[in-house]
C-alpha cells in the first residue's frame, strides 16, 4: 500500500491561496490520488481526484507532476468555512485499500 | 435522496453491553463499509460489503460483526463493548470501486 505523509497542521488568511502538499513515494501504476475534506462532527467529505498532471472543479484544484511521487491540494481564496481537515489518499482500487491518514488540519483565520 | 443515514446518533453503553449501529442508504450502491475514528486521528476501516450477502473484515475488524441481508442496510454489532470502541463510527457507501465514497454523519459511541 503507497503510505501518504501530509503537513500535520496549517494556518491561513481568509481571501489567501492555500496549497497543502502530499508526499506518496511508492504510488503504483494503478494509484489514484484522491482528497477528501472532513468538518468537525462530520464524514469526510470527496472533493477531488486525478492521476495525472492537473485537475479542477469548483472546489479545488489538484496538481500531480509527472513522477506521481507528491500531489499538490489547491483551495482558491479560502474562507473560514474552509477550515477543516484535509486527507490525501492514494486509492488503486479493491474496496479495502482506503486508507485514511491523520490528515492536514486547515485553520482559517479572519 | 436521503444519501447515508445511521441511528442513533449518540449512544452510552456500560462495558459488556452488545448494541446495534444501523446504517442505510437509498442511493442503490454495491459497497458498503465501517469507519472508526478515535479523536485527532484519522479514521480505520473495521469491516466492509461489496454487496449483499458479501462481507469482509478491514484494518480493525475484532470486537465488531456485520451482515449485508439487503443492499441498503448494513448493520454493526458491538458483541461486548470495551472502553477501547469509544469512538466516533461512521458508515459509507459507493458504487464498486469507486473513489468517491458517501459518508453518514456518524454516531458518536462512549462505553463506560
Known amino acids: 500500500l503507497a503510505k501518504t505523509t501530509q503537513p500535520i497542521s496549517m494556518d491561513s488568511y481568509e481571501g489567501q491561496e492555500v496549497n497543502i502538499t502530499c508526499s506518496h513515494n511508492?504510488?503504483?501504476?494503478?494509484?489514484?490520488i484522491t482528497w477528501y475534506q472532513q468538518f468537525p462532527s462530520q464524514g469526510p467529505r470527496f472533493i477531488i481526484q486525478?492521476?495525472?498532471t492537473k485537475v479542477t472543479n469548483e472546489v479545488a484544484s489538484l496538481f500531480i507532476p509527472a513522477d506521481r511521487k507528491s500531489s499538490t491540494l489547491s483551495l482558491p481564496r479560502v474562507s473560514l468555512s474552509d477550515t477543516a481537515v484535509y486527507y490525501c489518499?492514494?486509492?488503486?482500487?479493491?474496496?479495502?485499500?482506503?486508507?485514511f491518514g491523520a490528515g492536514t488540519r486547515l485553520a482559517v483565520h479572519p | 435522496n436521503a444519501g447515508v443515514t445511521q441511528t442513533p446518533k449518540f449512544q452510552v453503553l456500560k462495558t459488556g453491553q452488545s448494541m446495534t449501529l444501523q446504517c442505510a442508504q437509498d442511493?442503490?450502491?454495491?459497497?458498503m463499509s465501517w469507519y472508526r475514528q478515535d479523536p485527532g486521528m484519522g479514521l480505520r476501516l473495521i469491516h466492509y460489503?461489496?454487496?449483499?450477502?458479501?462481507?469482509d473484515q478491514g484494518e480493525v475488524p475484532n470486537g465488531y460483526n456485520v451482515s449485508r441481508s439487503t443492499t441498503e442496510d448494513f448493520p454493526l454489532r458491538l458483541l461486548s463493548a470495551a472502553p477501547s470502541q469509544t469512538s466516533v463510527y461512521f458508515c459509507?457507501?459507493?458504487?464498486?470501486?469507486?473513489?468517491?465514497?458517501?459518508f453518514g454523519p456518524g454516531t458518536r459511541l462512549t462505553v463506560t
Open positions: 460489503s461489496v454487496g449483499a450477502g458479501i462481507t
Open positions: 442511493m442503490n450502491h454495491e459497497y
Open positions: 486525478g492521476y495525472k
Open positions: 489518499l492514494v486509492f488503486s482500487g479493491g474496496y479495502n485499500k482506503l486508507i
Open positions: 459509507a457507501s459507493s458504487y464498486s470501486t469507486s473513489y468517491e465514497q458517501y
Open positions: 511508492n504510488i503504483a501504476t494503478n494509484d489514484y
